[in-house]
């Protein structure tokens, strides 16, 4: 019987046929994983179906076949495309295009012969967006809501032996307009799938509440179960008791993500098994703060989309796990499931190894902003029932997960009564757990107040409780006794986010503002290669999408391939749960267990003091077991007198191994840097220079007509550039202030346009004078844009002895410069055999002025190539900070600068970094490409938030910057 009814595809009605949702459980119960290879038809619509396709007597030897679970745009069917807000179709709810790519799914399998009597279920955990399902030719019904599973009872039509399955998979339905999340538009079962004996005498559901009382360290446990059923829970003495209970345990370890202690146990039928682990932990909002066993939570949150670059929202168990571990290691405490449940499989990782988690509804109807929020689902009759139905299946899967410790309605949805129906329905089915959803501004329906991207300013004001007030004044009374979360700040595009220490300043000052979530965990870059076989990842149109956000998706703290970018490492530093202040002034270190709930029993702290870098001693500290928020001052270590520049650093590690790192992984550190560096190059003993201050003895500057030599140095006699240094040949330094625009600089107020239509990106050069004087030569030069009469004035001045050069470069702003600079500094080509950079000033890892907090003083090395940080779309990277010296050497010798100053090395030009569109656009030259930099422009994070803080904004104004150079 061939069923070409597909008016559910526009019905807005969640589905048809489905089992109501319940807990998602592991049990003893037989299961059958359907996963593989299915026969696979692409279809361009509704209107080009295989007839009778669900006909288990249909011929598909001539379909292809695609893997379940997949996303079939990433298997050559179709293409993947990006919008963040704007729906890829016509806002018509609840209609769709007649160019619906629909794929059509069969898989034959075989009933095991020892398979039970009883019921069984058929569950699909993900099917994007759409989709209707046939078992042997008889239609169970359909479903919506991709990221929430579907059960169907497949008990009447389930046969011994062969068995088909038949599945018609639509990309865009009714359900698409709930499901406007930023992010690639992919289709198929992209989640598995599975059929499920459920025994006679088995329960279908069951909700565990178990609840922590921290004044007495008791724990309750009720659990109510759908059926009659027995609970085993060894470790709290329980044998075949009533689940119900309910049972209160005098002594129990609490759950926390700082420890998260499960209990894990049995719930027994007749019939089947039931593994459950239990966590105590009882949340509240009281006292306007969200606290979870009494204590007042600190989230250091990311947001989470599911993704990988190859298999997109199909996840491997390897891959969940891979996630939070690196949370874990990044010191990273909270995840908002930005924005949609994720898999069942990540939130036992979070029970597990501990992660609050804020578990958010699969709703989303963002691209209706853009008509003025007419007909939007989420305030429209309608839609109530599928927006009640989302919110319920979230709510039954997850309700088990003790690291869930708050329901998020979904984001961006504007506002409206289906939303607050969503809130009353799980405010009353699960009263143990607030509501969260940020589009509530006046937090009436929900339990805290939570915003996104709010400026620290704003921020500070709400944490004082003086935000503005709003326009009703009962509720802008009740907001205001709620705790404030940043569901989302901190913009992670490209290279960013900066100030996330002034906004944890924040956090950590005023009690109502209780952390947030960085925007985002991962950026969603699609693995392709070049035609001769370069990896990229690709991002919003690169696909040929004619509307499409280009790569705002790649916004995260990982690349696409999950390697840390600097802005994790940043963040792990940044919010840190042990702050270690080792101080200048008193010669004491100061230590604050900034733990919710960990003492610091699990860490061990060791000291190393170093001079310009060189060891000079190390230990470790004994340092009593701090409680959670206690602090402690001891004495730094006696050590020798400093000889130079004298950093003493305390770190705090792991003492044992945890399940998510070893033993001696470090938690936190601290630093105290005093005195002055010893210039390199200068014998033991040479007296101590201010960085680049003292030559030994001067040389007289040479001049014949072509040449005009100050010691080891070579200028250009006209031009006064210098060309050679030893046996090196290099061009420049001459003043730069261009970099490669960051996403930062790009979007937002667009400050990359205004440096474009400045000039800044073009600036000329006119020599105005070479002035050879005595020891000395001193060259000014005037640097400007076309059109304009705003210029630089760069005056060199350059003296040398017979080994070193010195140069002292001045700039100074002529005219109007209404805008910051991107850097202030000289830039110089080397040749390209130099492959190696050593340096000592901050580091290891890349650094800007607002986002420095992770590099450390120390000694570092690394190659030219493994300096750059290859953000998905090219940009500015790859800055070392506060360098006191750097020595970049090759084959053929090398050059080595001191002073002070901030360093970029790489293959290509900042023009050349700057017209990349991909990083397989950057071809290495041949030659090395430096930057010395007085000062940077700070990174902000205004491609989606604040801008560059003022305290780190570059404006033109004079600046010195004072070099010595030499030829290796
Ligand atoms: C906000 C969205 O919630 C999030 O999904 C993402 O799009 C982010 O912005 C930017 O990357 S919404 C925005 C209008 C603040």
Request: one cysteine or more.
């Amino acid at each position: 019987m061939a069923d070409q009814d597909t008016g559910y595809v526009e019905d807005p009605a969640p589905g048809h046929g489905r089992l109501a949702p319940r807990a998602r459980f592991d049990s003893d119960a037989p299961c059958l994983e359907l996963d593989g290879p299915w026969r696979f038809r692409a279809a361009a619509g509704v209107h080009d179906l295989a007839l009778g396709f669900e006909d288990p007597a249909f011929d598909d030897t001539h379909w292809d076949r695609l893997p379940v679970p997949s996303c079939w745009q990433l298997h050559g069917i179709g293409a993947p495309a990006y919008t963040n807000v704007t729906y890829p179709f016509p806002v018509d709810p609840p209609r769709v295009p007649d160019e619906n790519p629909t794929g059509e799914y069969r898989r034959v399998f075989t009933l095991p012969g020892d398979w039970p009597a009883g019921r069984s279920v058929l569950r699909l955990d993900g099917v994007d967006s759409c989709f209707a399902v046939w078992l042997n030719g008889v239609r169970l019904g359909d479903g919506k809501g991709s990221r929430m599973p579907t059960e169907f009872d497949a008990t009447d039509v389930l046969r011994t032996g062969p068995n088909v399955l038949a599945v018609r998979v639509h990309q865009w339905s009714a359900g698409s307009y709930l499901e406007d999340q930023d992010m690639w538009w992919l289709s198929g079962i992209f989640r598995s799938v599975r059929l499920l004996s459920r025994p006679a005498g088995g329960l279908d559901d069951f909700f565990v509440h178990a609840g922590y009382d921290h004044t007495t360290g008791a724990g309750t446990l009720r659990i109510d179960t759908s059926g009659a059923a027995r609970l085993s829970l060894p470790a709290l003495g329980l044998q075949d008791a009533d689940p119900a209970g309910p049972h209160t345990f005098e002594d129990v370890v609490p759950w926390s993500a700082e420890q998260p202690h499960l209990y894990l146990g049995e719930l027994t039928t007749g019939s089947e098994r039931i593994h459950v682990r239990i966590g105590f932990r009882t949340v509240t909002v009281e006292d306007g703060l969200l606290k979870v066993n009494g204590r007042r939570l600190l989230l250091r949150g990311v947001n989470r989309h599911e993704w990988d670059p190859e298999t997109g929202r199909t996840l491997s168990d390897a891959t969940m796990l891979r996630d939070v571990l690196l949370m874990k290691r990044h010191n990273i405490n909270a995840v908002r499931t930005s924005h949609y449940p994720p898999s069942s499989e990540f939130l036992a990782l979070c029970d597990e190894y501990g992660l609050w988690v804020v578990d958010e509804c699969d709703l989303e109807t963002h691209g209706f902003e853009q008509v003025d929020w007419r007909g939007n689902p989420a305030a429209d009759g309608p839609w109530r029932a599928a927006c009640l139905d989302r919110m319920r299946r979230v709510v039954e899967r997850d309700k088990n997960h003790p690291s869930v410790i708050m329901w998020s309605l979904g984001n961006e949805s504007g506002t409206g009564e289906n939303l607050a129906a969503m809130a009353a329905w799980t405010r009353d089915r699960d009263p143990s757990r607030p509501i969260h959803y940020e589009g509530d501004r006046d937090s009436g329906y929900v339990d805290v107040y939570s915003r996104m991207y709010a400026d620290h300013a704003e921020t500070e004001l709400i944490g004082r409780g003086e935000e503005p007030v709003t326009d009703d004044p009962a509720l802008d009374a009740h907001r205001r006794q709620l705790p404030f979360i940043l569901c989302e700040y901190a913009h992670a595009m490209g290279n960013g986010p900066g100030g996330l220490s002034e906004y944890q300043r924040l956090f950590e000052t005023y009690p109502r503002l209780q952390g947030g979530f960085v925007w985002e965990w991962i950026d969603h870059g699609i693995a392709r290669h070049t035609p001769d076989g370069r990896r990229f990842f690709a991002y919003g149109g690169d696909f040929g999408e004619q509307v499409h956000d280009a790569n705002f998706v790649a916004d995260g703290l990982v690349l696409p391939d999950r390697t840390p970018s600097p802005g994790l490492v940043e963040y792990k530093k940044v919010v840190e749960p042990v702050r270690i202040d080792v101080a200048e002034a008193d010669a004491l270190i100061r230590i604050h267990n900034g733990h919710d709930f960990r003492d610091t029993s699990h860490l061990r702290f060791r000291w190393r003091a170093e001079d310009d870098g060189e060891p000079v001693a190390e230990g470790e500290l004994a340092v009593p077991t701090l409680a959670a928020g206690a602090r402690t001052t001891l004495p730094q270590p006696a050590l020798p007198p400093a000889e130079g520049e004298r950093s003493l650093t305390v770190v705090a590690e792991l003492a044992g191994d945890e399940p998510w790192a070893g033993a001696g992984h470090e938690i936190a550190w601290g630093q105290s840097v005093t005195g002055t560096f010893r210039e390199p190059g200068r014998p033991a003993g040479a007296r101590r220079a201010r960085p680049g201050r003292s030559l030994r003895g001067p040389s007289a500057v040479a001049r014949t007509t072509d040449r005009l030599d100050i010691g080891p140095a070579r200028f250009d006699p006209v031009t006064g550039a210098l060309r050679g240094l030893g046996r090196l040949a290099l061009d420049g330094p001459v003043l730069d202030v261009w970099r490669a625009p960051t996403d930062n600089d790009e979007l937002g107020p667009r400050l990359a346009d205004r440096w474009r239509d400045f000039g800044l990106d073009r600036l000329t050069t006119k020599v105005r004078d070479v002035v050879p004087a005595g020891d000395g030569l001193t060259v000014v030069t005037r640097v400007a844009p076309a059109g304009s009469d705003a210029a630089l004035t760069a005056t060199y001045h350059w003296r040398a002895d017979d080994e070193a050069l010195r140069l002292d470069l001045a700039v100074a702003p002529l005219g109007d410069w209404p805008l910051p600079l991107p850097r202030i500094g000289v830039r110089l080509a080397l040749p390209g055999w130099i492959d190696t950079v050593d340096w000592y000033g901050r580091g290891p890892g890349e650094a800007y002025r607002d986002s420095a907090a992770a590099a450390r003083l120390g000694r570092f090395r690394s190659t030219v190539d493994a300096l750059q940080t290859p953000y998905v779309r090219p940009q500015e990277n790859g800055n070392r900070h506060e360098v006191r010296w750097a020595r970049l050497t090759g084959d053929g010798g090398g050059l080595e600068v001191s002073g002070g100053f901030d360093l970029t090395v790489r293959r290509w030009t900042s023009h050349q970094l700057d017209a990349a569109r991909h990083s397989t656009d950057l071809t290495p030259g041949d030659r090395v490409h430096v930057n010395l930099d007085a000062a940077h422009h700070g990174l902000g994070s205004a491609s989606c938030g604040p801008g560059t803080l003022p305290q780190h904004t570059l404006h033109a104004e004079p600046t010195m910057l004072r070099l010595t150079l030499r030829g290796l």
